[in-house]
């Protein structure tokens, strides 16, 4: 992220909190976005886990949290779930932005469907960040451009969507790494993109393979084809 803008100084500010479970992504959303004076963003707090995230949110009451979707402790639906009066707070509610690596629909329609105003990829700019975050406390909804047809396809449908018991078994983890590993990426790749180790996904795998009934990753492959996850 970068190009973050300059500030009014007489406009209003937006108090922020940072949830996401990397602390060096954490640093460097801090600092893209909390130079007060140049982006009128204050970070109030930050949390890497869920529990963590619930105590920071309900002690400093921010205007807007980025919220990763992929969290230790149940993920960000579990964060959701958890802020639902503050979420409906007739005064000062609290309003979630879900920032995330995540492109998939799954995670974009969960977390809307679990009262997130918004999503976008870790890949947007300090400055469209900042945007977005005001847009968000204003109570607008803000998507990442590719991100928004899946919203609307999935909200046009006056029917709910089937539940897939085999999937609700995994993590929200493990569904990252079950659609990466069917998208051909290598071990090595997919720590790489998720910011976990190598034995970290040999575990993720080796659980999915397990909770699926599935003998190796082309099985897998298929499988998730089958589900159109890649």
Not at 174 to 196: D, H, M, P, Q
């Amino acid at each position: 992220m970068s190009e973050t803008p300059q500030a009014d100084p007489g406009a209003r500010r937006a108090r922020v909190v940072l949830v996401d479970d990397h602390r060096m992504f954490r640093a460097g959303v801090r600092a893209e976005i909390g130079r007060t004076e140049e982006t009128s963003v204050e970070v109030e707090g930050e949390a890497g886990d869920v529990d963590e995230a619930i105590t920071v949110i309900a002690a400093t009451r921010p205007d807007v949290v980025l919220l990763d979707v992929h969290l230790p402790g149940g993920g960000g639906l579990e964060v959701l779930r958890r802020s639902t009066e503050l979420m409906s707070a007739p005064e000062r509610p609290v309003r979630f932005l879900a920032l995330s690596v995540s492109d998939a629909a799954e995670d974009v329609i969960g977390v809307i469907r679990a009262g997130a105003r918004g999503y976008v990829t870790k890949t947007i700019t300090g400055s469209d960040l900042v945007d977005a975050i005001f847009r968000v406390a204003d109570g607008d909804a803000v998507f990442s451009p590719r991100l928004a047809g899946f919203v609307l396809d999935a909200f046009a449908s006056s029917e709910a969507a089937p539940v897939d018991e085999d999937l609700d078994r995994l993590t929200q983890r493990e569904r990252e790494v079950l659609r990466l590993i069917a998208r051909g990426y290598s071990y090595k790749e997919v720590a790489k993109a998720l910011f976990i180790s190598v034995k970290t996904v040999e575990s993720h795998v080796s659980a999915v393979l397990r909770k699926l009934q599935l003998s190796n990753r082309h099985e897998l492959t298929r499988w998730a084809t089958a589900r159109r996850l890649v």
